[in-house]
């Protein structure tokens, strides 16, 4: 059984009209499409290529829209504007914890007062 190498067939559509393919090449098109569809598929290749260059210019409605969500966007005031990372949240947090941990859990009689008076 014959496998269909549709990448060929999409050359084929976009450089040869269907008048210039070969007996070998008809059979493998017309084993996927009729010959009818490649003729239209080609025209639609032939056309994407010779349009291929145009712009488009969208309406001046467009343009003026997008200036109006681009101001409202930059006129929000935002207090997180520079999100933290959630593991810097997370070891501030733990180190918050472990100050105030060892400032409240270590006796005072481990710190000895500094005798400066030199009793």
């Known amino acids: 059984m014959n496998e269909i190498d549709f990448e060929k ?32 598929m080609n025209e639609l290749y032939a056309h994407m290529r010779s349009h291929r260059s145009e712009l488009v210019d969208p309406p ?3 343009k003026s829209a997008l200036d109006k969500v681009l101001a409202a966007k930059k006129a929000k005031s935002n207090i997180f504007r520079f999100p933290i990372p959630a593991y810097q949240v997370a070891a ?11 400032m409240v859990f270590i006796p ?12």
């Open 108 to 119: 005072s009689q481990l710190i000895e007062p500094c005798n400066l008076a030199g009793s």
């Open 60 to 62: 001046a409605s467009v």
């Open 9 to 40: 067939n999409e050359e084929l559509l976009k450089t040869k009209q269907f008048h210039q393919l070969n007996d070998e090449e008809k059979q493998q098109v017309l084993a996927t499409m009729a010959e009818t569809e490649y003729i239209a």
């Open 92 to 102: 501030m947090a733990i180190f918050f914890f472990l100050i105030g941990f060892i």
